[in-house]
């Protein structure tokens, strides 16, 4: 049985004229009994929390061996020194964090059960990470960074390739039950 717990659960805000004030992303785990997984480590800013989430789950960073991240910003890569046991995972086609293997495959299973997908559009090497569990779930990144992007069918305000981010968002629908934003809480679909 593959489990899921939100680490962290992450942020965006903008002014009053829609510019980027501050940017936190979630942090999933993933435990499929024989791996335990890491999608997007977020900003060191919600550090504590991620911490603090491991020792309510009874699990050590220093178990995880993997971390798959969603794209290489920032506020998704922060805290990857917390797992220093773990392969790093990413999509080639743009930025790679130093140290990160990449994978060039449309969809990668990592493990039986848990995919990344390519998801480009926000960056060119976005990538998902599909999860059957007792449902759907799709951890998307910024491929949709809230449930805003969703239910109105908006690519995310920051993106490299709008066509692309508007395929990766029906990709996401045609496949989910849940939704896990790059920053905020997860939603179901209503499929």
Do not use: W
């Not at 593959?2 to 829609?18: E, F, P």
């Amino acid at each position: 049985m593959i489990t899921l717990d939100i680490l962290a659960v992450g942020n965006l805000s903008r002014d009053d004229d829609g510019e980027l004030l501050e940017a936190h992303s979630t942090s999933v785990l993933i435990r499929t009994g024989a791996r335990t997984i890491v999608v997007d480590t977020s900003s060191r800013y919600l550090r504590p929390a991620i911490k603090t989430s491991f020792r309510q789950i009874g699990v050590f960073p220093k178990d995880v061996d993997t971390v798959i991240l969603t794209h290489a910003h920032h506020d998704h890569v922060e805290n990857l020194d917390l797992f220093p046991n773990a392969k790093v995972l990413m999509h080639s086609g743009g930025d790679v964090v130093g140290g990160a293997e990449t994978v060039d495959a449309d969809v990668f299973e990592v493990c039986p059960g848990v995919r990344m997908v390519y998801t480009p559009g926000h960056s060119p090497e976005h990538c998902s990470v599909f999860v059957d569990a007792d449902r759907r779930y799709a951890i998307a990144g910024d491929a949709i960074p809230l449930e805003d992007n969703f239910r109105k069918n908006v690519p995310p305000r920051l993106h490299t390739d709008r066509d692309a981010a508007l395929q990766s968002i029906k990709r996401i629908r045609d496949y989910a039950d849940v939704v896990i934003p790059g920053h905020g809480f997860p939603f179901m679909t209503d499929r």
